[in-house]
């Protein structure tokens, strides 16, 4: 079996004994003995063991994304570099720091003084470590969303957004820069992303291909599969699950295809939903502003279109918006592919159509229209890194006449699976796009859905919910800027000139 190789910081790092779910947070602090990294919850929610990895852009290039060390098995560093807050003191100063050589980003925590107790220090840096480098730091809304993924228990978060704002989009001459100009896939040692590794008596595989995926799988059939590993992760950090053989997906190029036709876009399983939220997202609004809350920048740099879907899970945020897009799964195994209309994917509760031997191949999701409206709604206790009570995707197009020519208004939340209000869609088919028409297809879903009571919210609430939401897109149709993503910043830190100030 061979090595783990990846860069961490400066050290190219050669690894073939720790265990294959041993993840990356556990290996800096207890194998490395590199403390920065701290450990808060262990599932992605605080942000406290953020580090920084380089990743290929889709233009070529290179930039840092801001991910979740605790979430991420040691196997997936293959063929990576992996920066943490160490990596930050040694460097060549080209911006005002202090005397000792701080990176700019620690140095506007210090000006700030947006460190207080400071267990949370590293993490948030890390993540302002990103913004620094980013060429997209332009709107207010950024500063929120890249800092969203970051816990500080001592309400320091004024400050702290006032440093990212000082350096974010800065992009310093120093070597971090000039490592992100030269990057290229498979440079420095780093000639494969593919693993065939074990340790402790666990098996992780990360094929290169689909070929050698159905290989393995013909020889492990009963092996888990494993994307970007948010949710996955958990089973190693809170369940303690045992899993002998693991196949990491991450590696296999055709599942990270991203491309647009004249039709429609062709999104791959294992497309980030970073990746989808700056280049599909900045074409639909809708798909925009769903991205907008799903989970974390942390989050959303490792979690996959595909794992999101094939979790199957009924609140999970980006089947209703697919579903109501009108996509479709293509399906591939070691006998061909085969397509399914995603709205019928799911057949029971955490039960999908793919076959032992299957993955999901990509997602085929047709361009809007120039008469159609689509919007994307997400209803939760909290905005930011929180589950969904419901979440819903909603699609209209009309015909020459003005009336309903196609209707999906897809609800995740309210059943055991993502679900299309069947009985309101039929109600609405074929007539004309109005407020009482609206008023009396809400009293259809009624029909269509059989929600539970949880902590989340009421049977009744959730009912509720799925009628007021269909009410609210109908009243967004109607506005004149409605394919534009409204910013709705913090209240702490709203701009002076929000509050009416002078």
Known sequence: MSKITFWLNDRLIEEDEAAGTQTLLRYLRDDRHMPGTKEGCGEGDCGACTVALVERKDDGSATFRAVNSCLMFLPMCQGKRIYTVEALRK???????????????????VKTRGSQCGYCTPGIIMSIFEACYREDMGEEWQLDDQLCGNLCRCTGYRPIRDAA???????????????????????????????????????????????????????????????????????????????????????????????????????????????????????????????????????????????NICNASPIGDTPPMFIALGAQVVIAGSGGQRRVPLDEFFLAYRKTALQADEVLLRLDVPHPSSTSFFATYKVSKRRELDISAVAAGMFVDFDAAGNVSVIRLAYGGVAATPIRATSAEAFLLGKAWTDENISAAMACIDDDFSPISDHRGSARYRTLLARNLLRGFFLESQRSDRDRVVDRPSGTVMPSAALGAK
């Open 91 to 109: 460097r060549s100063r080209s911006m005002e720091s202090s005397s000792s050589g701080f990176h700019p980003v620690q140095w506007s925590m």
């Open 165 to 307: 704002r000082d350096v974010a989009g800065a992009r310093p001459e120093d070597r971090f820069l000039a490592e992100l100009n030269n990057f290229r896939p498979g440079s420095a040692a780093m000639d494969k992303y593919e693993a065939d590794y074990e340790g402790s008596d666990q098996i992780y595989y990360q094929p290169a291909s689909l070929q050698a995926l159905w290989q393995i799988r013909a020889e492990h059939p009963k092996a888990l599969l494993v994307a970007g590993g948010t949710d996955i992760g958990l089973w190693a950090t809170k369940f303690h699950f045992d899993m002998p053989v693991v196949v990491g997906l991450e590696a296999i190029e055709d599942l990270k295809q991203l491309q647009r036709t004249d039709t429609h876009w062709q999104i791959g399983g294992g497309v980030n939903l970073t990746r989808l939220h700056e280049t599909v997202g900045a074409e639909i609004s809708g798909i925009d502003k769903m991205m907008r809350v799903f989970g974390s920048r942390q989050i959303r740099s490792r979690a996959t279109v595909g794992g």
